[in-house]
């Protein structure tokens, strides 16, 4: 029976919250994504810290690339289903600062 891996299973942590992220990217469900991120954020640095001490195996080290890949390509989807929803804040924010600038040069807009 194999031992269980500490490292092979924030891997697949790792894989459900960035599957969970791109699920809820393509639902354009934004609010709901910081969480997960602090959850990925969190498992990231939990392995940092655990990988460097624990050997893995040739079948575990075939899981955690496929798992890599995995990760790869669907952080890579929800980075471009979330780029156009931040030029589009930005875009947003900049309209609010000049009105705001203008506001206070030449009293509030009607």
Known sequence: ????SEVVHCYEELAASVS?????????????LPEIETRCAALVERLR???PLEALDAIQI??????????????????GLIKP???????RMGH????????RAYGPMH
């Open 85 to 91: 929803q931040l030029d589009d804040l930005i875009v």
């Open 1 to 4: 029976m194999a031992v269980r």
């Open 49 to 51: 810290a655990i990988e």
């Open 96 to 103: 609010l600062h000049k009105e705001k600038s203008l506001g």
């Open 20 to 32: 969970s992220m791109l699920v809820l990217a393509r639902a354009k469900e934004w609010g709901k």
């Open 62 to 79: 075939e899981r955690v690339l496929a798992l890599l890949d995995r990760i790869r390509a669907e952080q890579a989807e929800v980075s």
